[in-house]
């Protein structure tokens, strides 16, 4: 999964204006995921999910400082949510694989059987019995048991620690946190500018003052001059 590019971020902006920017994609990209991650059957999305919130916690481990205890929070939730996701997938990758190996068992058992029923008119039932992998069926098959049991186990968890962050704001606080972030930022900018419009109108004004000051002094020599002239 492609993450979501970042616009707006300003190489001449503080760290925290940048990192609030990034944290708001990174925390929105995470929630987009949420309504059909909580279905069971949507793997892939579930998949999805965890690469989101690897993303978030990394950025928050980089950058938490700037936002308080709410990225902390934030943080500790995205690794757990990273780490039920991540052994749900683990299930999933596991079982497909147990079946495949299970498959080309099978057409090994097979192909052993009917090599040892040579050239007889049909196979003899007991020669299944005595398949070289007789007896690793079963102990596949419970396992196979044990990773259904345990994803079930683990997205219940992941659900219900879903509806628990939402239901405390886990993620809404970090949200209020980094537009926080962004509203000073503007606020410091604004500031800035003022000040800069200020110093601007203040150097016009000196430099205005200096033209009058020279022009005073200019007329004040074109008096003297007309004035000597005159008592000549």
């Not at 949420?34 to 919130?53: C, F, G, S, T, Y």
């Not at 968890?157 to 239901?167: G, L, P, V």
Request: net charge positive; aromatic share 4%.
């Amino acid at each position: 999964m492609k993450p979501k590019r970042i616009k707006d971020v300003d190489p001449a902006a503080s760290l925290a204006e940048n990192a609030a920017r990034i944290v708001k994609v990174r925390l929105a990209e995470l929630r987009g995921f949420a309504p059909k991650a909580l279905r069971p059957e949507e793997v892939e999305v579930q998949h999805d999910m965890r690469i989101a919130a690897k993303r978030l916690r990394y950025v928050l481990e980089a950058t938490g400082f700037c936002f308080g205890p709410a990225a902390e929070r934030a943080r500790k939730r995205a690794k757990q949510l990273q780490e039920l996701l991540g052994e749900m997938h683990d299930a999933d990758v596991m079982m497909p694989r147990l079946r495949e190996h299970r498959r080309l068992m099978r057409d090994e058992d097979a192909e052993a059987v009917r090599a040892s029923a040579e050239d007889a008119d049909d196979v003899e039932p007991g020669l299944a019995g005595r398949a070289p992998h007789r007896t690793a069926y079963r102990g596949l098959e419970v396992l196979e048991v044990y990773l259904l049991a345990r994803r079930r186990l683990l997205f219940e968890r992941f659900a219900e620690a879903w509806a628990r962050h939402e239901k405390r704001q886990v993620w809404d606080a970090l949200e209020s946190a980094a537009d926080q972030q962004l509203d000073l930022a503007r606020r410091r900018r604004e500031a800035a500018e003022r000040a800069e419009r200020a110093r601007q109108e203040l150097e016009r004004a000196e430099q205005e003052r200096r033209r009058a000051a020279e022009r005073a002094a200019a007329a004040d020599a074109s008096l003297a001059e007309a004035e000597r002239r005159r008592r000549e």
